[in-house]
């Protein structure tokens, strides 16, 4: 019987900017609610806050991660384009750089040759964009996909503790928000842990911990704030 393998690398592009996106929207706008709260806002002037976190935060995600992933594929393209010319004009020591590759992966000098020899036949660029370069299909750089996916996992994270604001007393507010959050935050950690074949505990453990601190650190300011006007 064929064995086939199923693995995930094709999703660390889009899980690592949906992870954070949602990790931060989650916490940001749970802990921006918890400061004004505990400032001593009326639930009002909580929800506009918490909304505009929401709104400022998408768009904040989604520039971020458009212009540093489109930073990472600028100097991916340049770094193709100066192998281009390396293999038009050098290809001999091109295909000896291979040859090399191969043999410090443990090839022998005689295998390494013809298989350089073939791999350069085949696909010259392509062998040398894996192998020396270390970019594939999988891991290359995907600007707007990684600002999608985090500007729309921000918002539906940010969304959650919104939502708790808007439905919850404000004599309950704060400690719907933060049982709201950790739940959220758990499932996160579950989730992140099981799209990445990760072990669930430990993301578990360090997502909520990060969030917890985040928003008690905030909430602390919102207090000190609230106090001193």
Known sequence: MAHSEHHR????????????????????????????????????????AGLAGLVAGAMSMAAGEYVSVHSQRDTEEAELSKERHELQFNTEHELQELAGIYRGRGLTPELADAVAHQLMAHDALGSHMRDELGISAENAAQPLQAALASA??????????????????????????????????????????????????????????????????????????????
């Open 152 to 229: 729309a996992s921000f918002s539906v994270g940010a969304a959650l503790p919104l939502g708790v604001a808007t439905l919850a007393p404000a004599a309950l507010l704060s400690g719907s928000v933060l049982a709201a959050t950790l739940a959220s935050l758990i499932l996160l950690g579950w989730a992140s842990a099981r799209l990445g074949g990760a072990r669930v505990w430990p993301s578990i453990l360090r997502v909520t911990l990060w969030g917890a601190l985040a928003m008690g650190l905030t909430a602390g300011a919102g207090a000190l704030v609230g106090a001193a006007v």
């Open 9 to 48: 690398m094709f999703r660390i592009g889009w899980l690592r900017a949906a992870v954070l996106g949602a990790n931060d929207g989650i916490v940001s706008t749970a802990s921006l609610i918890m400061g004004v709260a505990a400032a001593s806002a009326t639930q009002g002037s909580v929800l506009v």
